[in-house]
C-alpha cells in the first residue's frame, strides 16, 4: 500500500503561482512513476502531468505545457507542482496518484494505469 496526501492547494488570482505537494508512504517510493490530475465539477478526471520513477522524464498535459512543472524529490518521498501563470480554467481538485513501475510514458495519461491515488486538494483561482 502507497498511502498519498496531497498539501498546497488554495485560492489565487489569474496569473499567480501555487506549488502543490504530495507526500507518499508506505512502500518505496522510488519503485513509482507519480503524476497529477484534475478533476472541474461536472468534468472528468484529467490528466495535468507524469514523472517517471528517476526524475528523467516528463510529461504534460498542453493546456499546462509552459506553465507548471512537475518534480520529485525520493529522499523525500515527495512529487510537486509548480504551477505558474494559473488561469481560472484551471481551477479544480487536483489528485496525486502512483503507478508501479512498467508500461511506457504514454501509459501515464491515463486514470485507469495508476494504482493509489491521493484525497486531493483544492485550487481555486479567481478572474
Known amino acids: 500500500q502507497v498511502q498519498l496526501v496531497e498539501s498546497g492547494g488554495g485560492l489565487v488570482q489569474a496569473g499567480g503561482s501555487l506549488r502543490l505537494s504530495c507526500a507518499a508512504s508506505?512502500?518505496?517510493?522510488?519503485?513509482?512513476?507519480m503524476g497529477w490530475f484534475r478533476q472541474a465539477p461536472g468534468k472528468e478526471r484529467e490528466f495535468v502531468a507524469a514523472?517517471?520513477?528517476?526524475?528523467?522524464?516528463?510529461d504534460y498535459a498542453d493546456s499546462v505545457k509552459g506553465r507548471f512543472t512537475i518534480s520529485r524529490d525520493n529522499a523525500k518521498n515527495t512529487v510537486y507542482l509548480q504551477m505558474n501563470s494559473l488561469k481560472p480554467e484551471d481551477t479544480a481538485v487536483y489528485y496525486c496518484?502512483?503507478?508501479?513501475?512498467?508500461?511506457?510514458?504514454?501509459?501515464?495519461?491515463?486514470?485507469?494505469?495508476?494504482?493509489?491515488w491521493g484525497q486531493g486538494t483544492q485550487v481555486t483561482v479567481s478572474s
Open positions: 514523472i517517471t520513477w528517476s526524475g528523467g522524464s516528463t
Open positions: 496518484a502512483a503507478k508501479l513501475l512498467g508500461g511506457t510514458m504514454s501509459t501515464l495519461k491515463f486514470v485507469s494505469q495508476y494504482n493509489y
Open positions: 508506505g512502500r518505496t517510493f522510488s519503485n513509482y512513476a
